[in-house]
């Protein structure tokens, strides 16, 4: 299964965007263009711990060119396609079966939906899949496939620079600790750090 397509609204520092995702998809631009809160979106709807997210206040869009600034309404939708035609009849996508739409060419996707509405500060969170025309599919157990799915695709973010300190003199402490870690000499190699 891949990820085709990514449509956002009104989530954090994303006031719409919709973009489709190659095999390798890089994303390049200056800070507050939204890469960071893309990658939170996709962290969002495939959490790697598989629990469905509630969305909190923190999470709707600001826009401060206009008089009442904070959306009321966001929303997340995933195109996922498979990758052949019999990979919707693999066991591990049995319990999402009902989720699977064809498309006008045959190709079957899952367009995954998570959504919330905010008003005042109650906010209510909804998942849900829908068909091809952005319907609704009638099921009434849309969390669950949801977290099925979670289970499946997680999005796992290896390194977050927000999220790390970094010392000042990273370079310097990284030839500092080399000094100290014990080596298996190896033949034509010096056993001294830095080889003289």
Same mark, same amino acid.
């Given at each position: 299964?891949?990820?085709?397509?990514? $449509? @956002?609204?009104?989530?954090r520092g994303i006031k719409r965007l919709?973009?489709?995702f190659e095999e390798l998809t890089t994303l390049i631009g200056e800070n507050t263009w939204g890469k960071s809160s893309l990658?939170?979106?996709?962290?969002?709807?495939?959490?790697?711990d598989g629990m469905p997210y509630q969305f909190e206040m923190s999470d709707f869009h600001v826009d401060y060119s206009i008089a009442h600034p904070q959306t009321q309404h966001l929303q997340i939708v995933l195109t996922l396609s498979a990758?052949?035609?019999? $990979? @919707?009849?693999?066991?591990?996508y049995r319990k999402i079966k009902p989720v699977w739409v064809e498309d006008d060419e045959g190709i079957n996707k899952i367009y995954y939906q998570i959504s919330a509405i905010r008003?005042?500060?109650?906010?209510?969170?909804?998942?849900?899949?829908?068909?091809?025309?952005?319907?609704?599919?009638?099921?009434?157990?849309?969390?669950?496939?949801a977290q099925e799915l979670m289970t499946l695709h997680p999005v796992i973010r290896l390194r977050d620079s927000?999220?790390?300190?970094?010392?000042?003199?990273?370079?310097?402490?990284?030839?500092r600790d080399l000094?100290?870690?014990s080596t298996i000499p190896v033949e034509g190699s010096c056993d001294t750090w830095p080889c003289e």
């Open positions: 299964m891949q990820l085709e397509r990514i $449509e @956002i609204s009104g989530f919709s973009l489709a990658l939170d979106a996709l962290s969002v709807v495939l959490p790697a990758s052949d035609k019999n $990979e @919707i009849r693999a066991g591990r008003d005042g500060y109650d906010i209510e969170t909804q998942y849900a899949f829908l068909d091809r025309s952005g319907n609704t599919l009638p099921l009434h157990h849309s969390e669950k496939l927000r999220r790390f300190e970094r010392p000042l003199d990273t370079a310097l402490t990284g030839i000094k100290n870690v």
